[in-house]
């Protein structure tokens, strides 16, 4: 194996219970690494900082020449998340006025008492039972059911979106090698009959507010400050994936690493105050998100490596977190880590607006589960995990009691 087959190694399937052993191949390798379909891999901790808060570097897809993008990512229209600044500026500031500070500061602060109540009915059903699943048990459902009243979604509607997320989230996954043209297509038909959908639901609150963010979205009294239609589409759209997507694997990473690691379980059951600094170490040891692109819009020098106007760099952010020339004994889970700058959450520009809200959302779960944890047990490790390599998260998580 050479390191230029390392990004096709990282995502093929095989990898995905453990693609850490990887990562630090990437490391060694590097800091840069090209991939035999012409992109550049990136997986130490400065380079990708330094690449992260250039604004030489375009989140848009359509910018890239090397490999080509697909012919739906030429037309589509895109979502803040994947757009350049000033067009990314304005509309996640847009975004923002309904979410979170300055114009709705208590908004998320506000549902703590809810998220929390909600997330002791989950865990209340599961007593008296000898295992549960828990993504299909807890990981989905809590972050789903808050995204849906942030949003104003009918919570029964819920295994519509659930269809078309599964055919975004894939149609968004980084695949080397593999013809994504079925399944950028069907991201594309997704994409709009979700769309559809989410509009259809603001347009019934216009003039009729609801105290909801597509509600407030369409009743926006300021001319200037309002989403055309097709705006508040894809605003949606990433709102309520971004929303619930993270968050399940955040959850469902943390539950399987705190089972693997006794010591640390038992120090959080009798010290429940360290959630705050324990879901921190979840995020830089087992992060739910682990690649993103970026495209350079001229040459680009990076630690001696010239990259290509044009072609695609894919920033191993699991990678990052887990570089030793920037943590500590990375290796080692420790939640009584100090030092935690990860990439969580990414950084610059792009950084999750959402942060706060997941990770209320995770200390909530993992704090109503630590009495039971106690005597819990895996009943598969290597759980089976999701085919996305970007987002990676187990698919079930069976634990016994």
């Given at each position: 194996?050479?390191?230029?087959?390392?990004l096709?190694?990282?995502?093929d399937?095989?990898?995905?219970?453990?693609?850490?052993?990887?990562?630090?191949?990437?490391?060694?390798?590097?800091?840069?690494?090209?991939?035999?379909?012409?992109?550049?891999?990136?997986?130490?901790?400065?380079?990708?900082?330094?690449?992260?808060?250039?604004p030489?570097?375009?989140?848009?897809?359509r910018?890239?020449?090397t490999?080509?993008?697909?012919?739906?990512?030429?037309?589509?229209?895109?979502?803040?998340?994947?757009?350049?600044?000033?067009?990314?500026?304005?509309?996640r500031t847009?975004?923002?006025r309904?979410?979170g500070?300055?114009?709705?500061?208590?908004?998320?602060?506000?549902?703590?008492?809810e998220i929390?109540?909600?997330?002791?009915?989950?865990?209340?059903?599961?007593r008296g039972?000898?295992?549960?699943?828990?993504?299909?048990?807890?990981?989905?459902p809590?972050?789903?059911?808050?995204i849906?009243?942030?949003?104003?979604?009918?919570?029964?509607?819920?295994?519509?979106f659930?269809?078309?997320?599964?055919?975004?989230?894939?149609?968004?996954?980084?695949?080397?090698?593999?013809?994504?043209?079925?399944?950028?297509?069907?991201?594309?038909?997704?994409?709009m009959?979700?769309?559809?959908?989410?509009?259809?639901?603001a347009?019934?609150?216009r003039?009729?507010?609801?105290g909801d963010?597509?509600?407030?979205?369409?009743?926006?009294?300021?001319?200037?400050?309002?989403?055309?239609?097709e705006?508040?589409?894809?605003?949606?759209i990433?709102?309520?994936?971004?929303?619930?997507?993270?968050?399940?694997?955040?959850?469902?990473?943390?539950v399987?690493?705190?089972?693997?690691h006794?010591?640390?379980?038992?120090?959080?059951?009798?010290?429940?105050?360290?959630?705050?600094?324990?879901?921190?170490?979840?995020?830089?040891?087992?992060?739910?998100?682990?690649?993103?692109?970026?495209?350079?819009?001229?040459?680009?020098?990076?630690?001696?490596?010239?990259?290509?106007?044009?072609?695609?760099?894919?920033?191993a952010?699991?990678?990052?977190?887990?570089?030793?020339l920037r943590?500590?004994?990375?290796?080692r889970?420790?939640?009584?880590r100090?030092?935690?700058?990860?990439?969580?959450?990414?950084?610059?520009?792009?950084?999750?607006?959402?942060?706060?809200?997941?990770?209320?959302?995770?200390?909530?779960?993992?704090?109503?589960?630590?009495?039971?944890?106690?005597?819990?047990?895996?009943?598969q490790?290597?759980?089976?995990?999701?085919?996305?390599?970007?987002l990676r998260?187990p698919?079930?998580l069976l634990?016994g009691?």
């Open positions: 194996m050479t390191a230029e087959t390392l096709e190694r990282i995502t399937y095989a990898s995905r219970p453990d693609p850490y052993p990887l990562y630090a191949e990437l490391r060694e390798a590097g800091p840069v690494v090209r991939q035999t379909d012409g992109s550049y891999l990136v997986g130490t901790y400065h380079e990708i900082v330094g690449l992260l808060h250039d030489r570097l375009s989140a848009d897809p910018n890239r020449t490999p080509a993008p697909a012919a739906s990512e030429e037309t589509q229209h895109l979502p803040f998340l994947r757009l350049d600044d000033p067009e990314h500026h304005r509309l847009l975004a923002m309904p979410f500070p300055p114009h709705s500061p208590g908004r998320v602060d506000a549902m703590r008492g929390t109540r909600f997330t002791g009915e989950l865990v209340d059903g599961l039972r000898d295992h549960v699943d828990i993504v299909d048990d807890l990981a989905y809590l972050p789903v059911t808050v849906c009243r942030l949003l104003g979604v009918p919570r029964e509607d819920e295994p519509r659930r269809e078309w997320t599964d055919l975004l989230v894939a149609s968004a996954d980084i695949s080397p090698g593999e013809d994504t043209a079925a399944r950028a297509e069907a991201g594309r038909e997704a994409r009959q979700m769309g559809a959908y989410l509009l259809g639901l347009e019934q609150r003039g009729r507010p609801t963010m597509l509600s407030d979205f369409v009743n926006e009294p300021d001319p200037q400050l309002r989403l055309t239609g705006e508040l589409a894809m605003t949606a990433l709102l309520l994936i971004a929303g619930h997507e993270t968050t399940v694997n955040l959850i469902t990473n943390g399987l690493t705190l089972l693997r006794p010591d640390k379980l038992e120090r959080l059951r009798r010290e429940p105050e360290l959630l705050p600094e324990t879901v921190e170490e979840l995020l830089r040891y087992e992060p739910p998100v682990h690649l993103r692109e970026r495209i350079p819009l001229a040459d680009v020098e990076i630690a001696g490596t010239v990259i290509p106007k044009g072609t695609s760099v894919i920033l952010l699991a990678s990052g977190s887990r570089d030793p943590f500590q004994d990375p290796e889970f420790d939640p009584a100090k030092d935690n700058e990860h990439f969580g959450f990414g950084s610059g520009i792009h950084l999750c607006y959402g942060a706060p809200l997941a990770r209320i959302e995770a200390q909530a779960a993992l704090g109503a589960l630590l009495p039971g944890l106690g005597t819990a047990t895996l009943l490790d290597p759980p089976p995990y999701r085919r996305n390599a970007m998260g698919r079930h634990v009691f």
